[in-house]
């Protein structure tokens, strides 16, 4: 995997903070949420591109994403991810639900780990994992969030 300081990056102010697209070439790589950026990089047609659907999603006029990107993890990761992508939107699973899924009853600690390397959150929505309990889990940009995003897309259901 390719270090995030050696590839292209472009950042876009939005509801969530600064949305930060990382991309190589043509393809988009990585999106991060940030609190603070000074540095506003370099904005391209696929970057624009990327921020205007995921400010869709963020208006509830967009449940998937079609830009192009590389998918960058272990065989395992990926496959978590790609499994994340059959959650419905509104609709959320447990960790143990995914590990089940998947085959791996006995791996949800390690389904855990994979969304936290996710490096493509709301493309794979790792935010639609919670706990076997029902709460919501943790998240890597923040529980307040992912509670966000889960209460966006419930509203956007109805």
């Known amino acids: 995997m390719i270090a995030k300081e050696e590839l292209n990056f472009a950042v876009y102010s939005c509801q969530l903070g600064y949305l930060k697209i990382y991309y190589d070439e043509h393809l988009?790589?990585?999106?991060?949420?940030?609190?603070?950026?000074?540095?506003q990089g370099r904005k391209t047609p696929l970057t624009d591109q990327v921020y205007q659907q995921i400010e869709e999603y963020l208006a509830g006029k967009r449940k998937?994403?079609?830009?192009?990107?590389?998918?960058?993890?272990?065989?395992f990761a990926k496959q978590v991810w790609q499994e994340l992508q059959k959650i419905p939107y509104g609709q959320v699973r447990s960790y143990k639900q995914i590990a089940q899924s998947l085959g791996k009853?006995?791996?949800?600690?390690?389904?855990?780990?994979?969304?936290?390397?996710?490096?493509?959150?709301?493309?794979?929505?790792?935010?639609?994992v919670i706990n076997a309990n029902g709460k919501i889990g943790g998240y890597a940009f923040g529980v307040e969030k992912k509670a966000y995003l889960l209460e966006l897309e419930k509203l956007h259901t109805k």
């Not at 988009?28 to 540095?39: F, P, R």
């Not at 998937?64 to 065989?75: V, W």
């Open 28 to 39: 988009v790589v990585a999106l991060t949420l940030e609190e603070h950026c000074s540095n």
């Open 64 to 75: 998937t994403f079609t830009f192009a990107y590389e998918l960058r993890g272990t065989d």
């Open 105 to 128: 009853p006995n791996a949800c600690r390690a389904v855990g780990n994979a969304n936290t390397q996710n490096p493509l959150p709301l493309v794979f929505p790792c935010h639609r």
